[in-house]
């Protein structure tokens, strides 16, 4: 059937939330008929860093991914290889498990009511597993064969004209219900610009919807209980998974908060928004269960401005770049230059820019200043500084204090909205203004000078700034955070969302590892970068 994992973060008993559930947070359950790509980890890393920056709040958490194996898409993949559905499921899935790792299906029936079984006829499509209205196909030309073709007007993909017996869902009875939901829950749906082709689908496009298809045509999937002559629609199947991975139908009294359900966000791709924004709420209200409180749905990745698709072959294989660039600097690049609302480009000059910019003159180049120099301690910054939390500041370390006052709150409003790329923006221009402001103090002038307070006053407001920095960033980047926060004399015990205050901490000052000497040394070195 499916891979599908869940992930936890459990939390002191002092730390977790106990009025609240656990925070649940999911990727869509991706096909396996080809392998993946940047893009597929992009959805893994958004959903990670959400899930990440609950655990530094304090929560208790859970990511659930996965792999979707059943449906026709899958099948023909196999037909093409020459395989039996199930070996390229096999092979496709633990590559998907993999990058997981590295950056039994049970039904409880809908309502008969809700069911019923009928001739359908109707333009499909192979590549996005449903059926389009009339209205949303069109003739077209292919570029490369000269040949026409039908083709859906939202995705540009080949449809064919299908008659087939199978069952259906009455979706239309939905409609009402589906159109006050949207109503009431105005944000819903992250961004709001496409909350509008929701409400427009549901209005004007709205049809009872196909939930299996004859075993005869596709038999790579679930039977239909009591009926082995139909195969469950593999969206019907997929979407199945978020509760059943949080112990649906077995949930017993009081076993919701532990499993998670409802999540909090369902994190997919532009393209799958109707699945999850029409077809999954309606799937829910059929089983009279609670709805997903958000749905998070990003753009896609370009490349030389082209959508990156398996079919088309013009994708970044995720496992090269990761080795090639790094994780932390692949998930730095991923989330700051990604858009949840509009398309991004890939391109590896474009890595090099912001590795340069942002990692290593900006955090690396801000860390070495701080850290390195003889002519001052940042220890000592510290102990007297905390100590005395100075009322009279000088005007330039006052100016800067404000901005690393204000940090937590700029990133954390970004987070709660949904937007870690923003998020990860407002903790960079954090970085880039210390620099500033390191450059204008001159602790190095300073301390020739004998001016002591201006040194301890600048120096130790620098290293705040990369002490809160450190801790922000650790869900963006594990490993590089936990490294900085080393060379800081940061205590593992100290590194929570609670500890990202101005003088929250009097402990640190004294690197936890040998500073060294020389480039090698550095937290974001130089790349050995080829063409």
Not at 166 to 172: A, S
Not at 485 to 502: C, E, H, I, K, M
């Amino acid at each position: 059937m499916r891979f599908s994992s869940n992930s936890s973060s459990k939390l002191s008993q002092q730390q977790q939330q106990p009025t609240d559930k656990p925070y649940y947070v999911t990727t869509p359950i991706f096909y396996v008929n080809a392998s993946p790509h940047v893009g597929h980890l992009y959805s893994m890393l958004i959903a990670d860093i959400l899930k990440r920056w609950e655990v530094l709040k304090g929560r208790e958490a859970y990511l659930s991914t996965g792999t979707d194996e059943h449906g026709m898409k899958v099948q023909r993949a196999a037909e093409l290889q020459d395989l039996h559905p199930k070996a390229l499921c096999d092979a496709n899935a633990e590559t998907f498990k993999d990058l997981a790792e590295e950056g039994q299906y049970r039904q409880r029936q809908l309502h008969p009511g809700y069911l019923y079984e009928t001739k359908h006829e109707g333009w499909y499509c192979v590549s996005d597993e449903t059926f389009y209205p009339e209205n949303m196909v069109e003739k077209r030309v292919s570029p490369m064969t000269g040949k026409s073709f039908i083709a859906s007007i939202e995705t540009g993909n080949a449809v064919e004209w299908t008659e087939e017996k199978n069952y259906h869902f009455r979706l239309t009875a939905f409609r009402d219900r589906l159109l006050q939901f949207y109503r009431d829950n105005p944000a819903w749906i992250v961004p709001h610009s496409r909350f509008a082709e929701v409400v427009s689908w549901v209005e004007n496009n709205l049809e009872d919807l196909s939930v299996s298809r004859p075993a005869s045509r596709l038999d790579w999937g679930i039977p239909v209980p009591d009926d082995p002559s139909q195969t469950i629609y593999v969206w019907l199947d997929a979407l199945i998974n978020y509760i059943t991975t949080t112990g649906y139908p077995f949930w017993q009294p009081g076993s919701e908060r532990k499993g998670g359900w409802p999540a909090d966000v369902h994190v997919v791709g532009k393209d799958i928004i109707r699945f999850h924004c029409i077809y999954w709420p309606a799937f829910l209200m059929a089983l009279d269960l609670p709805l997903p409180k958000q749905v998070l749905s990003h753009g896609h990745w370009l490349m030389s401005k082209q959508k990156m698709s398996k079919s088309i072959g013009n994708v970044v294989n995720p496992f090269f770049a990761l080795e090639r660039w790094g994780v932390d600097t692949m998930r730095y690049f991923l989330i700051y230059s990604g858009h949840v609302s509009e398309d991004a480009d890939y391109n590896n000059a474009f890595i090099v820019e912001k590795y340069k910019k942002g990692l290593q003159g900006g955090l690396g180049n801000l860390l070495n200043r701080v850290t390195r120099p003889k002519n001052w301690s940042v220890r000592q910054a510290v102990e007297i500084m905390t100590k005395s939390q100075a009322s009279s500041l000088l005007p330039l370390v006052e100016s800067h204090r404000a901005s690393v006052a204000t940090i937590v709150k700029k990133a954390d409003d970004q987070m709660k909205a949904l937007n870690p790329g923003w998020a990860l923006k407002e903790i960079m221009e954090l970085v880039f203004e210390t620099n500033k402001f390191f450059q204008d103090a001159e602790p190095w002038n300073k301390s020739r000078e004998g001016e002591t307070v201006a040194v301890e006053q600048s120096v130790f407001l620098a290293a705040e700034s990369l002490r809160i920095v450190g801790i922000l960033l650790q869900p963006f980047m594990p490993e590089k955070s936990s490294e900085l926060l080393d060379r800081l004399g940061v205590s593992p015990d100290r590194r929570t969302f609670a500890d990202a205050v101005l003088y929250g901490d009097d402990s640190y000052g004294t690197s936890l590892v040998p500073l060294g000497t020389g480039a090698q040394t550095s937290l974001f070195p130089i790349l050995p970068v080829e063409d």
